[in-house]
């Protein structure tokens, strides 16, 4: 057996007895694939853990930068209560029309609202409407701004708030100082703005599963 597969047949036993069946997740997965939305999803693994997370906070409004399908929207909105709020910034046109599609299915299209265009465009306008602190903020979008993303997240939350920046591994290209790469940039001035910044405590984990080697950052906002 391959690395991989073993990632895979580990995943995949987890799945089936930790976040069993879900058909309105699955039809999330089957309409993104359906309209060709790239396969950049969390995984139902990682999904709960975001659910997990934000029910862990008493998450009452929540922030994601990066909507593609939806799915970790909707796992990131099911721990939400009733009157919670969920705004996702997702710059396609045509993801965002999936994922609506894929919100409504899962009844939460009260709860989710998604805003069109480029989240640096989309945050000062969110910022001007003076919105209650986020109290988790889910950043997996291009990987090149998770800094302004992380700054942008700061002046959004407020003490005891968390933020998760997706994918901070780039295949371990994330520990090379001498790389070019935008989203190796991008991801190492978020982590050492993590580390530096007197408002916020972080750490950051590789992982393995379904969708390869990665890895996750989390910050908490502190007084
Ligand atoms: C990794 S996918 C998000 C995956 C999703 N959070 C999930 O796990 O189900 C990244 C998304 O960010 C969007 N995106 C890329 N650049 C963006 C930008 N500047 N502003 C907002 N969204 C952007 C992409 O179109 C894509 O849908
Ligand atoms: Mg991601």
Redo the contacts with the bound molecule.
């Keep these: 057996m391959s690395e991989s597969q073993l990632w895979d047949a580990v995943d995949d036993y987890f799945t089936a007895h930790l976040t069993p069946d879900d058909e309105t997740l699955q039809a999330a997965v089957r309409d993104s694939e359906a309209a060709d939305l790239?396969p950049?999803?969390?995984t139902a693994p990682q999904g709960k853990l975001l659910h997990l997370l934000a029910l862990t906070q008493g998450a009452r409004n929540i922030l994601?930068?990066?909507?593609?399908?939806?799915?970790?929207?909707i796992w990131l909105a099911r721990a939400l209560p009733a009157d919670g709020r969920l705004i996702s910034?997702?710059?396609?046109p045509k993801?965002a029309e999936v994922a609506t599609r894929n919100i409504a299915r899962a009844g939460l299209d009260k709860v989710v609202e998604i805003r069109v265009?480029?989240?640096?465009e989309s945050l000062p306008n969110l910022a001007d409407e003076n919105p209650a602190p986020f109290d988790l903020v889910?950043i997996?979008?291009?990987k090149v701004?998770n800094p302004h993303y992380v700054e942008w997240a700061l002046k959004l939350t407020s003490a005891g708030s968390l933020i998760i920046v997706?994918?901070v591994v780039r295949g371990g290209r994330v520990a090379d100082a001498t790389s070019a790469a935008p989203d190796v940039q991008g991801t190492r001035a978020a982590i050492e703005l993590i580390g530096s910044h007197p408002r916020l405590s972080g750490t950051a984990i590789q992982t393995v599963g379904s969708k390869g080697y990665d890895g996750f950052a989390l910050a908490r906002v502190l007084a």
Excluded: C, M
């Design positions: 790239p950049a999803a969390v994601e930068i990066g909507t593609l399908g939806g799915y970790s929207t910034l997702e710059y396609s993801h265009g480029r989240a640096l889910f997996d979008a291009d701004n997706d994918n």
